[in-house]
Structures are given as C-alpha cells and as structure tokens.
C-alpha cells in the first residue's frame, strides 16, 4: 500500500497552505475551481496520469479521519468553501449527506445534547471493540450517528473512562 506515502506528502502539500482566520477557519490558500471551492491533486493509480483534483476540505478530512465512504460528503456549518478545518467539527467541516444537512439545519441548536445522551455504556464497548479490530472511526461514527470527535474520544478513553 502506498497510501501511508501517499498521505504524508499530501499533509506536507496542504496544511503549510493554510491560515487561521479570526472565526476559527482554516482557510486553504491554494488553487480553487470554478466554484470557488479550494482544490488539491491527490494521487489515484485509476487515473491516467495517476492523480485527480480533490475538494481540499475532503482531502483533509481523510488526512484525519481516512477515507471518505463514497456516500457521504464533508459539509461546512461555517459555509465557508474554502475552510478545510476538519477538528472542530462542531463548528466548521463534519460528515453527512443532503438529508443529514437538512436536519442537521433545522436541529443545529439542539445537536450537543443529542449527541451527549445518544451514548450507551454498551455502544461504548461496541465503538472501542470495532476502533481496535481497524474500523475507520468516521465509519463508526456514521453507524452510531455521532461525531467521529466523539468516537475518537471514547477510543481514547477521554470520555467514559469507568467503561
Ligand atoms: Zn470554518
């Protein structure tokens, strides 16, 4: 697998071409496209030339959390395109779909004490026991409907240390 390589030179192309904005975006400084969205190449052997431009703020996030599962999308609840901050997720770049979006439009508000109660001390051991048989994290999360913040914290045991 190359996908280790192919990662870290992909951190060293994308991080250094950011800035910190005073709300807490990170905003890419780099090329964009036609849609105003930041975009880096990225290494695919499917492709001829053996890379594809990626959205920056997808890059990322599998930078940190692996890769995307061909269904969900990287959304901004700071609806700045070109934000690639993939570690607040409670305020800037998170996972779901159209559906998800919409609801998690209309329930923004309440959406850190829904996931606050959503916990179980069996989903707990079910998240730690498939985080150490090398379940991506954000695919758990998707599972449980969580943040992958928050399955990153049970695996670490930050949060529900007694379990
Ligand atoms: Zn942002």
Request: hydrophobic letters at 35%; glycine letters at 8%.
């Amino acid at each position: 697998m190359t996908t280790g390589r192919c990662s870290r030179l992909l951190s060293e192309r994308l991080w250094p071409r950011t800035r910190r904005a005073s709300n807490g975006c990170l905003e890419w400084l780099g090329g964009v496209n036609s849609q105003g969205r930041g975009v880096i190449g990225v290494r695919d052997n499917s492709r001829p030339n053996g890379i594809r431009m990626e959205q920056v703020h997808r890059a990322a996030w599998t930078l940190i959390y692996g890769l995307i599962p061909e269904n969900v999308q990287i959304l901004h609840h700071c609806d700045n395109p070109l934000c690639c901050e993939v570690v607040d997720i409670e305020h800037h770049c998170y996972t779901g779909d159209y559906r998800q979006n919409a609801e998690d439009r209309s329930v923004r508000g309440r959406h850190h004490m829904r996931i606050g109660l959503a916990v179980s001390r069996e989903m707990v051991l079910d998240i730690r026991l498939r985080a150490s048989s090398g379940e991506l994290q954000n695919v758990i999360a998707k599972f449980y409907n969580l943040s992958p913040q928050n399955i990153s914290r049970i695996v670490l045991r930050q949060t529900w240390q007694n379990v």
